[in-house]
Structures are given as structure tokens and as C-alpha cells.
């Protein structure tokens, strides 16, 4: 990455650090800690304070990505329910409402094998 002449170390650090965390749901310990150390050296902080910021960006960035994918499925769920489809989950509920009426039908007509439902 070429810097500009007017650029500080601290700025490049930070840029990094940005461009790090664009990729922050797969940063590895082992290259947080390089990037700790890249920051502490060039930036003029500590490493502990480079180390926290790292994290507290990385925790940041994956608690917006998660917000995202919440809105947007979100959105898909509505478009699935303006276009009639149905969910899993209700899908599976409607199999199973199915199972329990074929299971008490079964049990009206006194099919071989299943127990009379107890008199009222």
C-alpha cells in the first residue's frame, strides 16, 4: 500500500488497523498480536492499548455484521411471506399438527393396534 509523503506512521497504522478489521470475523490471534505489535511500534502506543483496540474494534465490526444479517434476513422473511412460501419452522409445525390429527383419527375409528381415547 503506497502512503502519501504527508502521511503519518500513526495514520498508516490506523489504515491497517481499518483495513484489518474489514476482515476481523477470520483474524486469528496470532495476527492480532502481529498487528499489536505493528501498531505499538509505529503508532507510539503500547502494545496492551494496540492489543485492546484491536479488539474492541473486532468485537465492534462482528457485532454490525450480525446486526446486518439480522435485517436482512428480516427482510427476506417478509418477502417469503408477501410471495405466500412458508418458513421451516412452519413447515415443521404443520407436519407435526398433521401427525397428531392423523394420530387421533386413527384412534376415533379404533384402528388395530392403538388405545380408544378415554370416555369424557
Known amino acids: 500500500m ?3 509523503n504527508n502521511s503519518s506512521p500513526l495514520l498508516e497504522a490506523l489504515e491497517r488497523l481499518g483495513l484489518a478489521a474489514l476482515g476481523a470475523v477470520a483474524l486469528t490471534a ?3 498480536d502481529a498487528l499489536a505489535d505493528e501498531l505499538a511500534s ?3 502506543m503500547r502494545r496492551d492499548e494496540a492489543r485492546d483496540l484491536i ?3 473486532t468485537h465492534r465490526w462482528r457485532g454490525e455484521a450480525l446486526r446486518m444479517s439480522e435485517r436482512a ?3 427476506l422473511e417478509g418477502l417469503f411471506q408477501q410471495l405466500g412460501l412458508v ?3 412452519e ?3 404443520l407436519e407435526l399438527r398433521i ?3 392423523e394420530h387421533r383419527l386413527r384412534l376415533v375409528e379404533g384402528e388395530p393396534g392403538t388405545t380408544p381415547p378415554p370416555p369424557h
Open 99 to 101: 401427525a397428531q390429527l
Open 42 to 44: 509505529s503508532g507510539g
Open 91 to 93: 413447515h415443521e409445525e
Open 73 to 75: 434476513g428480516a427482510g
Open 30 to 32: 496470532e495476527r492480532a
Open 2 to 4: 503506497a502512503a502519501d
Open 87 to 89: 418458513s421451516r419452522s
Open 55 to 57: 479488539e474492541q474494534t
